[in-house]
T-cell receptor, first 114, second 110 residues
Framework: GAGVSQSPSNKVTEKGKDVELRCDPI?????LYWYRQSLGQGLEFLIY????????KSGLPSDRFSAERTGGSVSTLTIQRTQQEDSAVYLC????????????FGPGTRLTVL | DAKTTQPNSMESNEEEPVHLPCNHS???????IHWYRQLPSQGPEYVIH???SNVNNRMASLAIAEDRKSSTLILHRATLRDAAVYYC???????????FGAGTRLTVKP
């Protein structure tokens, strides 16, 4: 079956523009996670969804970042007024349930802010 | 969140066993211990997880100390494909995020 997919795979944008990153989780997975990874760094947790609700938004770095999930499936991460420090690979993962189940990661979206 | 301590890097020879340690002294009684790895230019992938008992799967074994303050991921025969960053992650039992630390960068020499 299909794994987690993310689009676009690469995004180059100018400072100050808004961007939307999409994640399609594995069908039937109730939990969805967003992370980001700056060059040469470890993963940074951003937000977690259980169904359509986000009980933990503590990792969002600023109010320029927002995310939503609709229909218990697709999720969109939006970054408004992008800054150069937002450049990173944004990874999405999904899992069947919560923390006792394996997370499956997508290939990521590489965001470059010029 | 429970804090973890892992060596920054380790080296192994191909075909030899590798023991990757992790200290998680602040772990709570309900935290699972998960291990993930990230191969170069890829997203992380699940390796193994456990709660109290030692666990085995086709990829690795997980040895958990009796007091659960540390664990060791065991790769029985390292291959070149096992070169990756290995992350040890305590996770709450009830649905939550994963907080990745810096991990251990494993280098496998032919």
């Amino acid at each position: 079956g299909a794994g987690v997919s993310q689009s676009p795979s690469n995004k180059v944008t100018e400072k100050g523009k808004d961007v939307e990153l999409r994640c399609d989780p594995i069908s039937g997975h109730t939990a969805l996670y967003w992370y980001r990874q700056s060059l040469g760094q470890g993963l940074e947790f951003l937000i977690y969804f259980q169904g359509n609700s986000a009980p933990d938004k503590s990792g969002l770095p600023s109010d320029r970042f927002s995310a939503e999930r609709t229909g218990g499936s697709v999720s969109t991460l939006t970054i408004q007024r992008t800054q150069q420090e937002d450049s990173a690979v944004y990874l999405c993962a999904s899992s069947l349930r919560g923390s006792d189940s394996e997370q499956f990661f997508g290939p990521g979206t590489r965001l470059t802010v010029l | 969140d429970a804090k973890t301590t892992q060596p920054n890097s380790m080296e192994s020879n191909e075909e030899e066993p590798v023991h990757l340690p992790c200290n998680h002294s602040t772990i709570s009684g309900t935290d699972y211990i998960h291990w993930y790895r990230q191969l170069p230019s890829q997203g992380p992938e699940y390796v193994i997880h456990g709660l109290t008992s030692n666990v085995n799967n086709r990829m690795a074994s997980l040895a958990i100390a009796e007091d659960r303050k540390s664990s060791t991921l065991i790769l029985h025969r390292a291959t070149l494909r096992d070169a990756a960053v290995y992350y040890c992650i305590p996770r709450l039992r009830i649905g939550n995020d994963m907080r990745f630390g810096a991990g251990t960068r494993l280098t496998v020499k032919p």
